[in-house]
């Protein structure tokens, strides 16, 4: 029996086809850009200057995007960033010391130089270091949360969770601050976010938004 001959055509991609694809492309990135601004926007509703905690001192280039990423959603928002106060939990910099100082004394430091007040927030870097892999930046806030959660907003910018289910109850250290919002950058994050560090809500709030590193994008409709 003679086998059939199929013919194949390597289709040819036009300029046509590739201003599609780049008109697609932009769209996409304009929709993660508004739903990282919408989300960030409503959990520091009032708020008005930040403490922002964590400056990833370390040669990974994408957490160092996240970080520049932060800073301009925070300045998109209308939110001072008080470069004073910036800090390192792992690799003390000159830019950056140690966030160890700022804990000290029951952080009265911290409480003199930016004293709590409902148009302030915590607000400590987002990435994908919540997980048992992680142990520092883990202790660092639970630390930022034992010393300073009764009495500040805080902000954990959106992160990947990589605790397994039965493993996540380590998370549970949030459920002591008054006012925090976690943003996770995928379902399962947040799920773990609001079952386990939020206690299904009762203790604090998850949601779900886009990495920060997406306010870098240079497709972002003008204001």
Not at 3 to 22: A, L, S, Y
Not at 44 to 52: I, M
Not at 80 to 97: G, K, M, Q
Not at 127 to 150: A, I, L, M
Request: glycine share 8%.
């Amino acid at each position: 029996m003679q086998r059939e001959q199929r013919h194949h055509t390597k289709r040819v991609v036009t300029k046509g086809d590739e201003g599609i694809v780049g008109r697609v492309r932009t769209r996409r990135l304009q929709r993660c850009y508004h739903s990282l601004l919408q989300r960030s926007g409503v959990c520091k509703h009032g708020v008005e200057e930040v403490a922002l905690w964590d400056f990833p001192a370390h040669g990974n280039r994408g957490d160092s995007a996240i970080w520049s990423g932060e800073v301009a959603l925070l300045r998109r928002l209308n939110v001072s960033v008080r470069t004073d106060l910036v800090c390192s939990s792992f690799v003390p910099v000159a830019a950056a010391p140690a966030c160890d100082g700022w804990l000290e004394n029951e952080g009265q430091k911290l409480r003199r130089a930016f004293p709590p007040s409902s148009t302030r927030a915590l607000v400590l870097h987002g990435g994908g270091n919540v997980g048992p892999e992680y142990p520092p930046y883990e202790e660092f806030r639970k630390n930022v949360v034992e010393t300073f959660g009764r009495d500040y907003r805080i902000v954990l910018m959106p992160q990947t969770v990589t605790y397994a289910d039965e493993a996540a109850s380590s998370l549970n250290f949030w459920r002591a601050a008054a006012n925090a919002t976690l943003l996770g950058r995928d379902a399962l994050s947040v799920k773990l976010l609001h079952v386990h560090a939020c206690g299904g809500g009762v203790f604090c709030q998850a949601a779900l938004a886009p990495d920060s590193a997406f306010a870098l994008t240079s497709v972002a409709p003008p204001p």
